[in-house]
């Protein structure tokens, strides 16, 4: 919103993992106007009962919701981007099965080509290169330090 001037009409894609993060984003999104596009790998797709919920919403709200498992269709027109861990805490027992099942998901400028001319990009941090390269990282587009600084604010 800081960004943008406000959220109505945007279109954020996640690509990563169907976690505690992307539960709340999908519990917001359309209420805020913004279209939610998903691609998670087979297997890591949201939690089943949240995605009805953010099935509903859309309808309700007027707002699109796509979920597939092709990171560069869900980029596709996307103002922003966004991915998180993929191996959360307490799951680090699964790491090698992860980063394997998500080869193809990282962030780069190549995802970025399908976004809109005005991406941007979100991680709420820490980072690993897996999740998003140094290009998309540290490129002007990335507003991951703004993000974690309005984080502190709220904490």
């Not at 945007?10 to 999908?26: E, H, K, P």
């Not at 790998?41 to 979920?67: A, C, H, M, N, V």
């Not at 690993?128 to 140094?134: A, I, Q, R, Y």
Request: aromatic share 10%.
């Amino acid at each position: 919103q800081e960004h943008y001037g406000g959220l109505n009409g945007l279109t954020v894609t996640w690509i990563g993992d169907g976690n505690n993060v992307l539960n709340s984003i999908m519990m917001s999104a359309a209420k805020l106007g913004m279209h939610l596009h998903i691609a998670t790998p087979k297997g890591f797709e949201p939690d089943i009962r949240i995605t009805k919920i953010s099935e509903q919403y859309s309808k309700e709200y007027g707002t699109r919701l796509l979920l597939t498992t092709d990171p560069l269709e869900a980029a596709n027109g996307a103002n922003v981007l966004v991915t998180d861990t993929w191996i959360s805490m307490g799951r680090e027992e699964e790491k090698k099965e992860r980063l394997k099942a998500f080869q193809g998901y990282q962030i780069t400028m190549q995802t970025a080509k399908s976004a809109a001319s005005n991406w941007t990009f979100l991680h709420c941090l820490p980072r690993k290169p897996e999740e998003v390269d140094d290009e998309v990282f540290y490129s002007p587009q990335s507003l991951v330090f703004q993000e974690a600084e309005n984080r502190k604010w709220t904490i």
